[in-house]
Every structure is written in structure tokens, then in C-alpha cells.
């Protein structure tokens, strides 16, 4: 296991139709609805499958945060929230690689206050950092005012533990032209990160480079990370949308969920 990473705690998704995402991960992915909660000009609510959480949160405003970003990027993956111990350390690793640090904070949990971070990621992606053992209600993100999902009488039974999501297989984004090696040693010097792999593919009239990173030696989570080659055509050729933009995906495994983070470039 790495020194720094703990694994994924949760990934906040922003969309501009809550009920219809929600509807997506319960029904179609068989997650859990655990709690929903109210915040600045957005509403967010807490899905879970097994090990995995997503927060999905739409607006409830036409300017704000969310607001801002879904008319930039559209739905997509806006926090990749990560476990970390030393959170000191890791900051200061975070800044002497160059990723900006928006917030330092402390949060009341059951039985002691909760310290967290959040930085800059790759594109539009930024990270929570939130200790591996947070002592919060029901493990629910720090930082939302979390009002527990009361469970229906008429809730259908959740399907057998092995047909569920149980972990995030990987989360890949297609970085502009150039960028691939300075995010790559960002990532490596910050979460302690090491390279498993590499790979040179062709895909329509571009060739895309990627190097695939994993937080820890047994850990199934990899953070692949694209790049088309400097001569070969601006922005991302992995798909006809991404094309000049910074993307993040998601995929939850067994089901398969995408959902694309971008950033002009």
C-alpha cells in the first residue's frame, strides 16, 4: 500500500439533472441511496455501492459553483476524493510539485474534528483529502450537511452482493498535447505513485501515449492518463467529444458507468 494513499473515498459527479442521474446509479446500477444534503446554490445525494461512493450534485441556482462548471464541461467527475495520512506532508508535496492547494479545513465528526484538504488535479478534477479513519456518521463525505436517506417500505430488496459495483477500476483522462509527462511527475511526487505500465496506440488520425499509475501494488484502482502525440493534431482524439479538452472517467466495476470531466485547453 502507498504511504500517502489510502484508496478513492468517494468521487463527486456534477450534473445538471439530479433526479435522472440518482435514477441511474439506483436502478440502473444498483448503488443505494444513503443521504442527500443542502449546500450553496446545489443539492447533493449520496450513493453507495459496497465500497463505493458517489456524491452527485446538481444546481439549484443558474450562477455558483456547479452552475459555472456544468456550463463549461457539462456533466461530469468535479472530485476524485482521496484517503491520506499526513496531511502536512502530502500538502507540501502537492505544492513543491505544483498542484494548488483551494482548501484547508476542519469539520466536527462524532468523537473529534476531521481535518481536510483539497487540491488541484489533473484538468478540471480537484481532490478532497480526508483522513483514512474519519470517525463520520455512516463513513458520509466530510463536508456536507448529510440528512440520512430514510429507507422505504416499499424499496426493492438490493440485488446479491456479487452482480453490485464493489470498487472504481480505474479513472482515466485525456490530457491536451504536451502535458502528459509534467502531470504524470506530479502525480508520482504527491501520492507516491509509480508507473505500470505504458503504451502507444493509433486511434483514427492521431497516436495517443499513456502511462498507467497505481497508488499501491495490490490496489485494482490505475489512473491512466492519454496523450495524443505533439504533431499529430490539437486536443484528445479518444472521442470525437474530448477533442481539445482535458477529460476524467469513471468507471465502477462490474457495471460500467462513464461519465467525462473536461477543460478547454
Not at 58 to 68: E, F, I, M, Q, R
Not at 79 to 92: F, Q, R
Not at 199 to 210: C, E, K, L, Q, T
Amino acid at each position: 500500500m502507498s504511504q500517502h494513499l489510502k484508496g478513492i473515498a468517494y468521487i463527486e459527479i456534477y450534473v445538471a439533472e439530479g433526479p435522472s442521474a440518482v435514477d441511474h446509479f439506483v436502478d440502473g446500477l444498483k448503488f443505494q441511496q444513503i443521504a442527500t444534503a443542502h449546500g450553496w446554490r446545489r443539492h447533493s445525494v449520496l450513493v453507495r455501492s459496497r465500497d463505493v461512493q458517489v456524491v452527485l450534485t446538481p444546481p439549484t441556482h443558474a450562477s455558483g459553483a456547479v452552475a459555472d462548471y456544468l456550463a463549461v464541461h457539462g456533466d461530469g467527475v468535479a472530485d476524485v476524493a482521496l484517503y491520506a495520512d499526513d496531511l502536512p506532508a502530502l500538502l507540501a508535496r502537492a505544492r513543491r510539485s505544483g498542484l494548488r492547494i483551494h482548501l484547508t479545513t476542519t469539520y466536527a465528526a462524532m468523537t473529534k474534528d476531521v481535518r481536510i484538504a483539497r487540491i488541484t488535479g489533473a484538468g478540471s478534477v480537484q481532490h478532497t483529502l480526508v483522513p483514512p479513519a474519519p470517525d463520520l456518521l455512516d463513513d458520509q463525505p466530510p463536508g456536507f450537511l448529510w440528512d440520512t436517506h430514510p429507507a422505504a417500505s416499499d424499496e426493492p430488496a438490493l440485488p446479491p452482493e456479487p452482480s453490485r459495483p464493489h470498487s472504481v477500476d480505474h479513472l482515466a483522462w485525456c490530457l491536451p498535447t504536451g502535458t502528459l509527462e509534467g502531470v504524470v511527475a506530479q502525480y508520482r511526487e504527491t501520492f507516491g505513485m509509480r508507473i505500470i505500465a505504458n503504451d502507444r496506440f493509433a486511434f483514427g488520425g492521431s497516436v495517443i501515449n499513456s502511462h498507467v499509475l497505481q497508488d499501491r501494488p495490490a490496489s485494482r484502482t490505475s489512473w491512466p492518463r492519454p496523450t495524443p502525440e505533439p504533431d499529430l493534431g490539437p486536443g484528445c482524439s479518444v472521442s470525437p467529444t474530448a477533442r481539445s479538452r482535458s477529460s476524467c472517467t469513471c468507471i465502477v466495476q462490474p457495471a460500467c458507468s462513464t461519465w467525462r470531466s473536461r477543460l478547454p485547453t
